[in-house]
């Protein structure tokens, strides 16, 4: 069973980055899609970001479509999402999750079911 951690969270001014790191375990980890999803206080969790395997195919949200980058080492068996040009509206608890069974819909939270704790991102204004 695969494992997830993030990390890299924090507090970053409007305008800043961070990058944040999911940390996969479990023997073939680096073959499982991972995505990353996120939570706002009061909202639904949503997607943000998704990556295939060998990282040749990606997805993005079209909120963060130009802003946030998610690549993936599978030599390190991690999967980072970069966050640039953080918008207050970023604020949220981020997790990364696995698809167990592979499937082509790379942005449905449901195909999802191996998820992280979660990080906590809060952009100042």
């Known amino acids: 069973q695969v494992q997830l951690v993030e990390s890299g969270g924090g507090l970053v001014q409007a305008g800043g980055s961070l990058r944040l790191s999911c940390a996969t375990s479990g023997r073939t980890s680096s073959s499982y899609t991972i995505g990353w999803f996120r939570q706002a206080p009061g909202k639904a969790r949503d997607f943000v970001a998704a990556?295939?395997?060998?990282?040749?195919?990606?997805l993005h949200a079209d909120a963060v479509k130009g802003r946030f980058t998610i690549s993936r080492d599978n030599a390190k068996n991690t999967v980072y999402l970069q966050m640039n040009s953080l918008k207050p509206e970023d604020t949220a608890v981020y997790y990364c999750?696995?698809?167990?069974?592979?499937?082509?819909?790379?942005?449905?939270?449901?195909?999802?079911?191996?998820w992280g704790q979660g990080t906590q991102v809060t952009v100042s204004s």
């Open positions: 999750a696995a698809q167990s069974r592979s499937s082509i819909f790379l942005g449905v939270q449901r195909t999802y079911d191996i």
């Open positions: 990556s295939k395997w060998n990282g040749d195919s990606t």
